[in-house]
């Protein structure tokens, strides 16, 4: 199998254009609107609670592993 000398330039080039656009496009900071303490995306006392709260996979009266 014998790869083209236009093939082996243009994925050069095409690793250079993605070397230079990663560069330059670097994060600096992260937004953190998302992720502020206690912000758990809803208007201030509309929140009705856990959505889905956690329940371990045993229920108390079956014979599972472990319990």
Do not use: F, W
Not at 21 to 41: F, L, P, Q, W, Y
Not at 43 to 61: K, V
Request: hydrophobic share 35%.
């Amino acid at each position: 199998m014998v790869i083209s000398k236009k093939t082996i330039v243009l994925s050069l080039a095409l690793v250079a254009i993605i070397c230079i656009v990663m560069s330059t496009t670097e994060a600096t900071n992260i937004g953190g609107g998302a992720m502020g303490e206690d912000n758990k995306g809803c208007a201030p006392g509309a929140c009705m609670g856990q959505a889905n709260p956690y329940t371990p996979g045993c229920e108390p009266g079956k014979e599972c592993r472990g319990g």
